[in-house]
């Protein structure tokens, strides 16, 4: 092949473009002096992403040694652009209330736009790789970016939180090399030396003949290492303190989308273990790391006072059901799990943009301070009051729909199992509602000096418009799935096995 033709090939790749327009829009930021532009930019850029996302639904490139697109990962690309582009919207409403309060320098804002760009990038390299190896540089590489930018406002609790994260998720991911080194070593008799040995799509196709010690041995310090980054109990020390401390929007994408693409990993390794029969079933492993998550999350909802750690601990929680839907496996609970992806990354950002807004308005992440949000600012209060309702699984919100199907499916398979999960969940239930009562209803609190909302008609509508916009596709979700969708999360299903 020509010079010629292999630029035009590439350039026809839509994953190319997926990781091109974040790549390089994150060196442009990072120079663009005027961060109103960057934020407008930042925008543009986001939405470029995602529909580029959009066009490999209709052209899907054939495998190479570094990147691939197959049924499970092209949904998860397009889920994490949408909500990538959205948490961008809001984004440009929160950045600009918080220049006005001086809390960000406009260096550190250049810094943030330039981080949020990068931070997609790695998201995204995580989920096309085709390579084991180059899969794990991306999610430590997601680590560093999500460092840097929870540590943005520079206070001792900011800098606390993000070395925190750092020195977790970084032996967590040190401990994740391990395993794929594990598992290249139990490839290579078969495989050969090189990239054949590390690339999926191959991997996938001859993992009955690796040998079932080494893969073994290698789970295990995968589940280690990339269930910290999930935010598994009894790994998940970084997580409650990450969300306090960084910007709302980040806590939005670290929720949404980032325990996905950690857990996306994970799920991959299960697929190539599972085709080995004599390997040992990883599944019942995954089910006690899920619903130690879930107890411990429904027990700890109960004891936050701070609104940013409550809704980071209900992100444990829910990791903790899809992991425990995974791990049960089967048709329908690997379908429950995907879907509950679907609905948690959705319902869970829109509900840190409200808390962003909330936070900005009271001046307090203190839920003892925040009163009477449906009185005092009825758009945001009842869509903050849908969105928890949807999370905590109430009826007939997306998030109902697949938590029902895991309870079901688990009745069916494993019945003594069946009845934690339902506690755990109730728990949960419990303490979401209990605090919601009191934000949402009664009268507000006098006004707070230190609150910084307000702001011109174009940024409250930038701020309320994204939260509005998951709420009502979780809704949807809850009622109706589309039929191509339904089909989607099928055949993936069948594929984890």
């Known amino acids: 092949m020509s010079v010629t033709a292999a630029m035009q090939a590439g350039a026809a790749n839509p994953i190319l473009w997926i990781l091109a327009i974040p790549l390089g829009a994150a060196g442009f930021l990072a120079v663009l002096p005027g961060w109103r532009l960057a934020t407008w930019l930042n925008v543009a850029v986001s939405g470029a992403t995602f529909l580029s996302s959009l066009v490999l639904f209709q052209h899907r490139p054939e495998?190479?040694?570094?990147?691939?697109?197959?049924?499970?990962?092209?949904?998860?690309?397009?889920?994490?652009?949408?909500?990538?582009?959205?948490?961008?919207?809001?984004?440009?409403?929160?950045?600009?209330?918080?220049?006005?309060?001086?809390h960000l320098s406009d260096m550190h804002l250049r810094f943030?736009?330039?981080?949020?760009?990068?931070?997609l990038f790695t998201m995204l390299l995580a989920l096309v790789a085709n390579n084991i190896g180059v899969m794990w540089v991306a999610v430590e590489a997601a680590t560093l970016t999500t460092v840097l930018m929870v540590s943005l406002y520079r206070t001792r609790e900011a800098i606390e939180a993000a070395w925190k994260y750092f020195i977790l998720c970084s032996v967590g991911i040190g401990l994740a090399l391990f395993g794929t080194t594990l598992v290249y070593l139990a490839a290579q008799p078969v495989m050969g030396d090189g990239a054949d040995a590390m690339a999926w799509t191959l991997l996938i196709t001859k993992a009955a003949g690796f040998h079932p010690d080494l893969l073994n041995l290698a789970f295990v310090f995968l589940l280690v290492g990339y269930g910290t980054k999930v935010g598994l109990a009894p790994l998940h020390a970084w997580l409650p303190d990450a969300h306090a401390e960084g910007p709302t929007p980040i806590s939005a994408v670290l929720s949404g989308l980032l325990l996905n693409v950690a857990l996306y990993a994970l799920l991959r390794f299960k697929m190539l273990i599972s085709t080995n029969p004599e390997t040992l079933a990883p599944g019942p492993l995954m089910i006690m790391m899920g619903l130690s998550s879930l107890f411990l999350s429904g027990f700890m909802l109960y004891r936050r006072g701070d609104i940013k750690r409550l809704f980071a601990y209900s992100s444990i929680e829910h990791m903790g059901v899809i992991t425990f839907a995974f791990g049960l496996g089967g048709a329908v609970a690997n379908f429950a799990g995907l879907m509950h992806m679907t609905m948690h990354s959705l319902t869970k950002s829109a509900?840190?943009?409200?808390?962003?807004?909330?936070?900005?308005?009271?001046?307090?992440?203190?839920?003892?301070?925040?009163?009477?949000?449906?009185?005092?600012?009825?758009?945001?209060?009842?869509?903050?009051?849908?969105?928890?309702?949807a999370i905590a699984g109430l009826p007939p919100m997306g998030v109902f729909m697949s938590e029902f199907l895991v309870v079901t499916s688990a009745f069916s398979k494993q019945p003594l199992l069946a009845l934690p999960l339902v506690v755990g969940l109730l728990l949960a239930f419990g303490a979401l509602v209990s605090r919601l009562q009191g934000m949402a209803f009664g009268p507000p609190p006098p006004p707070n000096r230190r609150a910084h909302g307000g702001g011109n008609w174009l940024g409250t509508m930038m701020a309320t418009?994204?939260?509005?916009?998951?709420?009502?596709?979780?809704?949807?979700?809850?009622?109706?799935l589309p039929a191509p969708l339904v089909a989607w999360f099928e055949a993936v299903a069948k594929l984890l096995g």
């Open 63 to 102: 495998p190479t040694r570094l990147l691939f697109i197959d049924d499970f990962n092209v949904y998860l690309v397009a889920l994490t652009a949408f909500v990538g582009f959205t948490t961008s919207i809001f984004s440009a409403a929160y950045i600009s209330r918080e220049s006005r309060a001086k």
């Open 112 to 119: 943030y736009h330039a981080m949020y760009q990068a931070f």
């Open 351 to 389: 509900i840190f943009f409200a808390v962003g807004i909330i936070t900005q308005n009271a001046g307090t992440k203190r839920i003892a301070d925040i009163r009477g949000l449906t009185a005092s600012h009825p758009v945001l209060g009842w869509g903050f009051v849908i969105a928890v309702l």
């Open 465 to 480: 418009v994204p939260l509005w916009l998951h709420v009502a596709l979780v809704m949807i979700a809850g009622l109706w």
